[in-house]
């Protein structure tokens, strides 16, 4: 079975701390994602990554940052977290080369909800 | 722009009641498309995909999906809704072609299932 797992479920932190929230997958794939969640809106790209280093901005960077040292490990940052940062955060990955049909799904963790105090 | 349109926020049904969910996307190919369920406090499960052939698909848990290229739509079917359908259902895309990356998702359909 695929996983992707993220290293927390639930966490609370204080306003103003640097917050890292941590995701592994076991596939072997290029693609790493993460989304922020929020009642209404819907899933909203952060940042994802497509090979290790690699890193681009999604439709709400502002206030988070990334780090991709290896292909399995893909680390949202938040630098200096806020009350508006309270949400529910879902990491993702999914293959990029050689696409067929099989295997373009995104596979998902669990979801970390971060509550900011 | 590329976007994908789940008209219905919340639907409520009967147990034992079939089900149709909505989905239209606007995209500039045919894209892949997804169908993910979300029970509370979890993550995104895929319940079925179509990317090419029979444009009727099954998934899992008795779902189906039928992709209709004209109306731009794939709209997930269930005949007899059970209690444990209850979740947040979500519509997705992506582009055809290696190097695209991204997914588009809707903005989820709320289930709930009565007695």
């Known amino acids: 079975d695929v996983k992707v797992t993220q290293s927390s479920r639930y966490l609370v932190k204080r306003t103003g701390e640097k917050v890292f929230l941590e995701c592994v997958q076991d596939m072997d794939h290029e693609n790493m994602f993460w989304y922020r969640q929020d009642p209404g809106l819907g899933l909203r790209l952060i940042y994802f990554?497509?090979?290790?280093?690699?890193?681009e901005k999604g439709d709400i960077p502002e206030g988070y940052s990334v780090s991709r040292e290896k292909k399995e490990r893909f680390s949202l940052i938040l630098e200096s977290a806020s009350t508006n940062q309270t949400s529910m955060y879902l990491c993702?990955?999914?293959?990029?080369?050689?696409?067929?049909?099989?295997?373009?799904?995104?596979?998902f963790g669990q979801g970390t909800r971060l509550t900011v105090v | 722009a590329q976007s994908v349109t789940q008209p219905d926020i919340h639907i409520t049904v009967s147990e034992g009641a079939s089900l149709e969910l909505r989905c239209n996307y606007s995209?500039?190919?045919?894209?892949?498309l997804f169908w993910y369920v979300q029970s509370p406090g979890q993550g995104l499960q895929l319940l079925l995909k179509y990317f090419s052939g029979d444009t009727l698909v099954q998934g899992i848990k008795g779902f189906e999906a039928e992709f209709k290229r004209s109306q731009s739509s794939f709209n997930l079917r269930k005949p007899s809704v059970h209690w444990s359908d209850a979740a947040e259902y979500f519509c997705?895309?992506?582009?055809?072609?290696?190097?695209?990356?991204?997914?588009?998702f809707g903005t989820g359909t709320r289930l709930k299932v009565l007695a």
């Open positions: 997705a895309v992506r582009h055809p072609t290696s190097g695209t990356y991204k997914y588009i």
């Open positions: 995209y500039g190919a045919t894209p892949y």
């Open positions: 993702a990955s999914s293959h990029e080369r050689l696409l067929t049909g099989e295997n373009t799904e995104a596979f």
């Open positions: 990554s497509y090979d290790v280093k690699m890193k």
